[in-house]
């Protein structure tokens, strides 16, 4: 059973950051290339970022140059520190594990495993 538990949510001011935090149990997170999704109200979740388990990354262009995916094997944590927030940054942000290889790391049928999220918002 794989759980997962994002943290570091939270009420920021526009402009402000947040470093969001995943942890995982029956899973050993170094292992899989990982995403951060985000969903905000009446959308579709989307993509935010990816890492790869070596360490490569990618962001989706609204989040290019203010967020940054990172990860600490060792702690088998996996983060998105998040600068610069507006509010349209405002969502429940989700990571999960990359289960699939179909298509793009940016595609959500590749995830398989969701948290429950961490609510984000960003007020201007």
């Known amino acids: 059973q794989v759980q997962l538990v994002e943290s570091g949510g939270g009420l920021v001011q526009a402009g402000g950051s947040l470093r969001l935090s995943c942890v995982a149990s029956g899973r050993t997170l170094s292992n899989y290339d990982m995403g951060w999704f985000r969903q905000a109200p009446g959308k579709e979740r989307e993509f935010v970022a990816a890492i790869t388990s070596g360490g490569s990354t990618n962001h989706a262009d609204p989040v290019k140059g203010r967020f940054t995916i990172s990860r600490d094997n060792a702690k088998n944590i996996v983060y998105l520190q998040m600068n610069s927030l507006k509010p349209e940054d405002t969502a429940v942000y989700y990571c999960?594990?990359?289960?699939?290889?179909?298509?793009?790391?940016?595609?959500?049928?590749?995830?398989?495993?969701w948290g429950q999220g961490t609510q984000v918002t960003v007020s201007s």
């Open positions: 999960a594990p990359r289960e699939y290889y179909i298509g793009s790391y940016s595609d959500q049928w590749n995830y398989k495993y």
